[in-house]
């Protein structure tokens, strides 16, 4: 083979790699948006059945378990909705990002559509990345949401149970 010929083949394994590592990102963005919408909604369900039992077991809550559940649960929103408005931000900032990409000053290369094409495929793989990144802080968020949720629904059940006996 002639040096211009692996030259060729190395571009091309370049490119077809960049491709795989682009449609990987892109699905698992999709995975995460898909997994969160869910999640948001089985949540926003579980806060709804938490006050529900809020309101079925207040006269058999004692001070110090309205006062542990009333925490917990702010907990809970409060790691909730932080995150969501953190996830809102992260969004903001990427649909800047493609706007500039789409519509930002003249750099010399408007006319280039190569340059262009290449300028937003790399804008919107580093989004997809930070997406990606950004999966970490939502397993801590909603852990703790969840966790101190949970928490919350014992201490009502058991004033609960406790009122019945």
Same mark, same amino acid.
């Given at each position: 083979m002639s040096p211009n010929q692996d030259e060729i083949e190395a571009k091309e394994r370049k490119s077809r790699a960049e491709e795989v590592i682009e449609a990987q990102t892109r699905i698992?963005?999709?995975?995460?948006?898909? =997994?969160?919408? &869910?999640?948001? @909604?089985?949540? =926003?369900?579980? &806060?709804?059945? @938490?006050?529900?039992?809020?309101s079925l077991t207040k006269e058999f809550l004692n001070k110090q378990d309205a006062l542990v559940s009333a925490i917990l649960l702010m907990l809970s929103i409060v790691s909730f909705?932080?995150?969501?408005?953190?996830?809102?931000?992260?969004?903001a900032h990427a649909t800047r990002k493609r706007v500039n990409a789409l519509f930002g000053g003249n750099d010399g290369q408007s006319h280039d559509l190569d340059a262009f094409v290449a300028k937003l495929q790399k804008v919107e793989l580093e989004n997809h990345r930070h997406e990606l990144q950004m999966v970490k802080v939502w397993w801590i968020a909603w852990v703790i949401a969840v966790l101190s949720g949970l928490g919350a629904v014992v201490v009502l059940m058991a004033a609960f149970i406790r009122g019945l006996l």
């Open positions: 698992y963005g999709s995975l995460y948006d898909k =997994a969160a919408m &869910y999640t948001n @909604l089985v949540t =926003a369900l579980g &806060y709804a059945g @938490l006050f529900g039992l809020w909705v932080s995150f969501e408005v953190f996830k809102t931000a992260i969004v």
